[in-house]
């Protein structure tokens, strides 16, 4: 029997990735008693990046929150290996920290962000909801437009 | 009966801003156990932004600092929500994380979150020293020169 | 009767400085429930600040992991003093956030913040394994090249 989560998930049409596996001594999440620390996920799709490139100079504001949806995308798959994957374990998604990559004087980086935050909302309604910074940076990792991070309260 | 720390307010003659709404699906702040988790606040007042601009460029370290009380305060207006008002509630003041909108080489971060740091500690004493990061960014929202996020323990 | 910890730190050859006092109205680290939020580190060694200026440019990636090392070093000091100087203590390294103050377009800073990573590993084994995120920066505080944060979970 599928999860609530997941029947919502299949409504939507979203099929989650693979979580990645760790790739050094940092790992892609931890858990310290209820609270689950997710590493900054970048825009990797079926193990290869995308969106290289800066937010306003290569990239559009609606490109970049595209890029974001699909960093979390990869939070909500880590979340999920977290929960031995339940995700109606998550009580609340509880903070994303978000990073853009773009140009000096850029400024829309709430509306970049609005793509993984949005995600959540849709995904666990009102448990979704939560605090977040949402800055710019000059240089991200492999270049990629946007980096996110998160933290997830689980049961 | 107004409480402890309101009174200090008062003797400092700080007035709180209201504290702003949610403007999209993360929001203000979460409360998971009994820490607050507050999104990162930029220097609105009364509703207007203001300090748009580069520090180092468009602002003086002092000019900054400024602006850091500013978002600092907007921090406390939405830690006051997440109390209920009673700012007595307040534990500890546990984290800021400072970001300051900055020309390349500019070294002076930490003098400029001071402005917020130093905040803490006028309203709630010891319990308002707290861990932070301060560091330099390319490109802020709204083009602000300072961004700072926190974490609140309450009772 | 020394810690194990200590112990391995000792086989490591590794002696940790001294945790650097309070400098103005934030601390080096708090406490909350069993975490550890520990401040931004910068590579200060007794008492001077090192690796100044900016990888990509002033330091190669492998010089910038070795300042992230550094930084790392100074993390735990200030976590053994949160310990009271029981390192034994340490439950698990719960999370890093590394800052790499580099050129536009520089995409290294995983390899770069792994010179943090990697020690926490060498110190404290699967215990050392950690969320993290690693940014990019065009600036940080007296121009270091690295400035890492921390939260630790205690026992």
Redesign the interface.
């Known amino acids: 029997m599928a999860g609530q989560i997941d029947a919502t998930l299949e409504k939507l049409g979203i099929i989650l990735p693979e979580a990645a596996a760790?790739?050094?001594?940092?790992?892609?999440?931890?858990v310290?008693?209820?609270?689950v620390?997710?590493?900054?996920q970048v825009p990797f799709v079926d193990g290869q990046i995308t969106y290289q490139g800066k937010v306003g100079q290569d990239f559009t504001v609606e490109e970049a929150a595209d890029c974001a949806r699909v960093c979390a995308l990869n939070i909500l798959a880590q979340v999920k290996a977290a929960c031995g994957g339940d995700l109606d374990r998550v009580?609340?998604?509880?903070?994303?920290?978000g990073?853009?990559?773009?140009?000096?004087?850029?400024?829309?980086?709430?509306t970049v962000?609005?793509g993984a935050?949005?995600l959540?909302?849709e995904v666990f309604g009102d448990k979704?909801?939560?605090?977040?910074?949402?800055?710019?940076?000059?240089?991200?990792?492999?270049?990629v437009a946007v980096?996110i991070?998160a933290?997830f309260?689980i049961s």
């Open positions: 760790p790739a050094a001594n940092y790992i892609p999440y931890t310290s008693g209820n609270l620390y997710v590493s900054g009580v609340q998604c509880v903070k994303l920290g990073f853009v990559n773009c140009v000096d004087g850029f400024g829309q980086q709430p962000i609005n935050s949005d959540m909302v979704g909801r939560h605090a977040r910074f949402a800055v710019g940076t000059n240089a991200l990792p492999l270049n980096e991070d933290i309260e």
